[in-house]
């Protein structure tokens, strides 16, 4: 009886002391595990962030990004919108900076699978005069203006402005408009023609040029004078809306860096170098001049971007509806930066 009483008593301290050598969580150990946990989630990043930029001042604003070589990054820079409006459609971009009716353009076309993401460049054009005779908008009654442009956003912008302020842009003045930016700039720099509405940079090389080139009038000022509840914006970002829906944080990341590098842009004084020699604009004398002019800014969800660029789109829709695509975007097609 003695022997079965030590060895039923043996078996019992063993069992203690098994359990005793087993862990137990305090409750504070658990609330870090799960802390652990919670942390730990994983974020979703593409390998590597397609890029495409146009040449002008919807590119300026991406030259640092460009130009620190991130691995992260492949960038393309093209003169051509079709390459753009090509590349977002086939899907072998990602992000694209744009004209903004272009971004419009391309969300009706893919049937709303492009979103705008932030808006890089405001108003960039002006009207430059090289005998004196025009100051003002009034000045312009009676005058030949050389434009370029037609059928699209500047031919828009110039009718609306105009009409707003009592001129008639069909019987007050008369419009000519030409091929392409750099056939109206030579012409104003021969001194061919006297009178011209052109986009930066083109401006800044006309007046580099031909000193007796004056800029006097300011669109962007004209437009916010007529429309202040908008704001005249000729370049964005956008994103192919699948990119964005797998890669949230890639797309976040990218609109961090971004707006890091307009800031670069506008302030730094290595900034016209660096545009000069990605190519973005031909000379650094000519970024130097044109960088004050270009509006180059960064305008996200957080800063009011539908209710800017809604309104811009809607001017445009009412001049014509194709140049938006035929209809004015939903509510999708302006992302959320969370």
């Not at 459609?89 to 353009?105: C, E, F, Q, R």
């Not at 019987?171 to 011209?196: F, N, P, Q, R």
Request: with cysteine; charged share 20%.
């Amino acid at each position: 009886m003695k022997k079965t009483l030590l060895l039923l008593l043996a078996l019992t301290l063993s069992i203690f002391v098994f359990v005793g050598c087993a862990t137990v969580d305090t409750p504070d150990e658990v609330t870090d595990k799960n802390e652990i946990t919670d942390n730990t989630e994983e974020l979703k990043v593409a390998e590597t962030t397609r890029v495409v930029a146009l040449k002008g001042p919807t590119g300026m604003g991406m030259a640092k990004l460009i130009s620190d070589a991130d691995p992260k990054y492949t960038f393309s820079l093209t003169s051509m919108p079709d390459d753009v409006t090509s590349s977002i459609i086939s899907g072998t971009v990602d992000i694209a900076a744009v004209p903004t009716n272009l971004a419009s353009v391309l969300y009706n076309k893919t049937e709303g699978k492009v979103e705008v993401i932030a808006l890089n460049t405001l108003g960039v054009l002006y009207i430059v005069n090289s005998d004196g005779t025009v100051n003002s908008l009034e000045d312009l009654r009676g005058k030949t203006i050389g434009a370029t442009g037609q059928a699209s956003t500047p031919e828009y912008v110039l009718n609306y402005v105009l009409k707003m302020n009592g001129i008639d842009p069909e019987k007050d003045v008369t419009i000519e408009y030409y091929t392409d930016h750099a056939e109206l700039a030579a012409k104003m720099i021969s001194g061919d023609v006297t009178i011209g509405m052109m986009p930066e940079p083109n401006v800044s090389s006309v007046m580099i040029k031909n000193e007796n080139c004056k800029t006097v009038i300011n669109m962007t000022e004209e437009w916010n004078k007529v429309s202040p509840e908008s704001a005249l914006i000729q370049g964005c970002i956008v994103v192919r809306r699948e990119f964005a829906e797998a890669y949230p944080d890639s797309v976040k990341n990218f609109l961090t860096e971004y707006k890091s590098s307009v800031e670069y842009a506008n302030t730094s004084a290595d900034a016209p170098r660096t545009i000069a020699d990605l190519g973005i604009v031909g000379s650094v004398a000519i970024a130097q001049r044109a960088i004050p002019n270009c509006n180059i800014t960064y305008v996200d969800s957080n800063d009011g971007m539908k209710e800017k660029l809604s309104g811009f789109l809607q001017v445009l829709y009412d001049a014509n509806p194709k140049s938006v695509g035929g209809k004015l975007p939903a509510d999708d097609f302006y992302f959320e930066n969370k």
